[in-house]
């Protein structure tokens, strides 16, 4: 999402300055190109020069130019225009807190006033002074003015002490900002995404549930990488102990009835993925109270859910995407093709139990993608293949 993008980096006078100077190299890497603007005080940490070299531009300070023969005085209005980001690492408390009143003393705070891209602001400083009411006050208000704030790190600090306030790792940053900008325009901006994940329960008594081991990493993974490519994303889960992404809206339920009920409340998305391993039977009755060894019969009698997916395919809407998984364990690509099918859906993921580095509770996964004409095979961390998946189904 980076490569053309036009970054402006906007460095202030913390230790971690030094650190701004490989972070312009990493954006150039991923296909940036990048303008800094310092804070006079950044200036005692890192030299102006070291900044203008590597991004081949000039760097600026002060809102009135450096040169002295230049009348360039609205350059931070037409910076602001430029750019497609701005970020600022690191962040002093200082400059957060001029951000968070408007102040506009030097040519990063104006250009933050002037700028029509997003703002993505790395907090840097030290654990007590980020801990501060005054610093947790300035963060609220930037964050209700729309801004990105990329939360630091803990670790040992330049102070010696050790707290929360060190500069996130660079690719936490670009991954961010790589968020930030898929987030504006990337395919599935303005576009409802519903992803169901997890398992569910069918409760035979109050104590006793029939379930099966999925993590809800695919699923979880799956609604990080709508966010990114700019999809309003839902996530709908089972019992899950997966933290979830930031910036998707969530619902959580337990049994197959539940989810049922659920998604039909979102039946007008425009994407729905169905990633959760609805189970396909539950329970005809559910005890009351919790079934005694002497009382219980050895088998149980068990009934079929509704098959949500299917229902979804039957009731496909004009322009909606349908999106199911398949776990097999024999016959994969001819077993999903055939889901595909019967359940009326666009793509299916298909992936086997027995293939090392998939399946259940793994990070990692390995997936056949098939439509009714299309078919290819993606592997990597669950968040790299739910990229995948979706980069290729919803390419530009
Ligand atoms: N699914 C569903 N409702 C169910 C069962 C499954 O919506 N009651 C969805 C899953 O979320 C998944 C897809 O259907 O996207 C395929 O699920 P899977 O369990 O692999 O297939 P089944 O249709 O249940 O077929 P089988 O159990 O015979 O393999």
Redesign the pocket.
């Known amino acids: 999402m980076l490569s053309g993008k036009r970054i402006i980096l906007g460095v202030t006078g913390g230790i971690a300055a030094y650190k701004a100077v490989f972070l312009l190299r990493e954006f150039q890497k991923a296909g940036a190109e990048v303008r800094v603007t310092m804070t006079p005080s950044a200036t005692r940490f890192v030299g102006l020069d070291t900044f203008a070299s590597l991004s081949g531009h000039e760097v600026a300070i002060d809102i009135f130019p450096e040169d002295s023969d230049s009348t360039d005085w609205t350059r931070h209005i037409y910076w602001g225009e430029w750019a497609d980001l701005f970020v600022i690492a690191p962040c002093t408390a200082n400059t957060l807190s001029k951000i968070a009143h408007g102040t506009a003393d030097n040519m990063l705070t104006s250009t933050v006033l002037a700028a029509r891209c997003p703002l993505l602001i790395c907090p840097t400083m030290d654990g007590e002074m980020y801990e501060s009411p005054s610093v947790t006050d300035n963060l609220k208000t930037v964050q209700e003015f729309g801004y990105h704030v990329l939360e630091p790190e803990a670790g040992f600090l330049a102070s010696g002490l050790e707290g929360k306030g060190r500069l996130p790792e660079f690719d936490v940053i670009l991954e961010k900002a790589d968020e930030i900008i898929g987030s504006i325009e990337g395919p599935l901006a303005g576009k409802k995404v519903v992803v ?1 994940a997890g398992p ?1 329960r069918e409760y035979i008594d109050p104590v006793r549930f029939i379930s099966n081991p999925s993590s809800g990493k695919m699923g979880i993974a799956m609604a990080e990488a709508a966010l990114r490519l700019g999809a309003a994303t839902h996530l709908i889960h089972g019992p899950i102990h997966v933290p979830h992404p930031e910036g998707v809206t969530t619902e959580s339920i337990i049994s ?1 009835e539940d ?2 009920k659920a ?1 039909q409340n979102h039946q007008d998305a425009d994407v729905i ?8 039977f539950t329970p005809s009755t559910t005890h009351q109270h919790k079934v005694k060894k002497d009382q219980g019969s050895s088998s149980i009698d068990l009934k ?9 395919g039957e009731r496909k809407l004009e322009g909606q995407t349908l ?6 364990t024999e016959n994969l690509i001819d ?2 093709t055939s ?1 595909l099918k ?2 009326n ?1 666009d793509w ?2 298909a992936n086997s139990l027995s293939e090392a580095g998939a399946g259940f509770e793994v990070d990692t996964n390995v997936v056949h993608l098939i439509s009714p004409s299309d078919s290819l095979q993606l592997k990597g961390s669950k968040l790299e293949v739910a990229t995948a998946v979706l980069g290729h189904i919803f390419k530009k």
């Open positions: 169901t569910t197959a989810l049922f998604i993925i169905m990633a959760a391993a609805v189970s396909d079929r859910t509704q098959d949500i997916l299917a229902w979804l999106i199911g998984f398949a776990m097999e077993n999903a889901k019967k359940k859906i299916i993921v």
